[in-house]
């Protein structure tokens, strides 16, 4: 069995799986959106709209989550951390890697499908330090109150 990749654009993969006389193609999308909570904006969440969510993560391999907190201690560094994350647009249930944490969107519960120190991302949404709970499809990116710290989340397809 041989493969081989084809980089299109630099956002698009075409792999040729070689099986005896016949190749197998499949796409590997190569697609990443990220979304910043400024420190100016802690205790409140940035909107990640469950379209991108599905749409990056609602396959069958899921995506990657990478948070990072920049700046918590003032000398410019990141500590980050990378998870693992699957959505079912269907049923609305999502488990990521990250301290195997699962959950189900819009039940009024707000639940962190990912916290690294003070950078949160959940499916609840937050104003002004108040939990306003799990009310929508949305998900939101939070930089709370342990640092006083941007947070990055790229999602990667």
């Not at 654009?9 to 005896?20: F, S």
């Not at 991108?52 to 990657?64: F, H, I, K, S």
């Not at 249930?93 to 690294?116: C, K």
């Amino acid at each position: 069995m041989k493969s081989k990749s084809l980089a299109l654009a630099g956002t698009l993969a075409i792999t040729l799986l070689t099986v005896g006389q016949s190749a197998l193609a499949y796409e590997i999308a190569n697609e990443r959106q990220t979304y910043t909570a400024w420190s100016s904006q802690r205790g409140t969440t940035v909107n990640i709209p469950e379209q991108t969510v599905y749409d990056l993560c609602g396959d069958w391999d899921g995506c990657t989550l990478r948070m990072g907190m920049y700046n918590w201690d003032g000398t410019g560094r990141t500590a980050s951390r990378d998870s693992l994350f699957y959505y079912n647009r269907s049923s609305k249930t999502w488990r990521a890697e990250y301290g195997d944490a699962a959950g189900t969107n819009n039940n009024n519960a707000t639940e962190h499908v990912m916290n690294v120190w003070a950078c949160y991302f959940t499916d609840g949404e937050y104003i002004n330090w108040f939990n306003r709970g799990d009310f929508d499809l949305n998900f939101g990116l939070l930089s709370w109150n342990q640092y006083n710290a941007t947070c990055k989340l790229t999602i990667i397809d």
